[in-house]
């Protein structure tokens, strides 16, 4: 069975823009969470879907946001970016809200210049 | 609120000697426990997990960790340290109601020397 899938791996973006990323979760996955990681924060929550609602969220600002297709795939978009954005961003899926065993995927290392 | 804390940023240790990550939770709610593991340039890897069957919890690549409630720790260790062992690693906490929100510690770098 294939892994948690993100794409792309790697972006670099300037300050200002806009940027979306994808998380394919791993087959008959509902669920798929987001985390940002920074040498700072660490390993933060932004939000987790399931079913395409929004289940919960971290205490990100409004500029971060998500959806959840029907497929399971997830996508996060983060507008007018910031320096501090720069973080690896990684998705973890499991089969059902409250399940517990998660499964990452490799992340998407966000530059902003 | 629910919190983690891992009490060493660094370990090292040598080939073949003990290994033990300490990690104290703080949680309203019975909590469930994780380690999770982060090769350089890899995503996370569970290694083990509490969700309140036996409190001593045995994982993969000879990882084991033991709940205690009486002291809020959840501490993870392993007889003999790998070469492949060295990575960073995660202690986390969640719980029911959360949904999938796990909390994590700060992480501990385990560096093995040979």
């Known amino acids: 069975k294939a892994g948690v899938t993100q794409t792309p791996r790697y972006l670099i973006k300037t300050r200002g823009q806009q940027v979306t990323l994808s998380c394919s979760p791993i087959?008959?996955?509902?669920?798929v969470s987001w985390y940002q990681q920074t040498p700072g924060q660490g390993l933060q929550f932004l939000f987790e879907y399931f079913s395409e609602t929004q289940r919960n969220k971290g205490n990100f600002p409004g500029r971060f946001s998500g959806r959840q297709f029907s497929n399971s795939r997830s996508e996060m978009n983060v507008s007018t970016l910031e320096l501090g954005d720069s973080a690896l961003y990684l998705c973890?899926?499991?089969?059902?809200?409250?399940?517990?065993?998660?499964?990452f995927g490799p992340g998407t290392r966000l530059t902003v210049t | 609120a629910q919190s983690v804390t891992q009490l060493d940023s660094h370990v090292s240790v040598s080939e073949g000697t003990p290994v033990l990550l300490r990690c104290n939770y703080s949680?309203?709610?019975?909590?469930?426990l994780f380690w999770y593991v982060q090769h350089p340039n890899k995503g996370l890897q569970l290694l083990l997990k509490?969700?309140?069957?036996?409190?001593l919890v045995k994982g993969i690549n000879g990882f084991e960790a033991e709940f205690k409630k009486s002291e809020t720790s959840f501490h993870l260790t392993k007889p003999s340290a790998h070469m492949s062992d060295a990575a960073e690693y995660f202690c986390?906490?969640?719980?029911?109601?959360?949904?999938?929100?796990?909390?994590f510690g700060g992480g501990t770098r385990v560096l093995v020397k040979p």
């Open positions: 986390v906490v969640s719980y029911k109601a959360a949904g999938n929100k796990l909390t």
């Open positions: 509490y969700t309140s069957a036996a409190t």
């Open positions: 973890a899926s499991t089969l059902t809200s409250g399940s517990y065993e998660q499964y």
């Open positions: 949680s309203s709610y019975s909590p469930s």
């Open positions: 087959s008959g996955h509902r669920s």
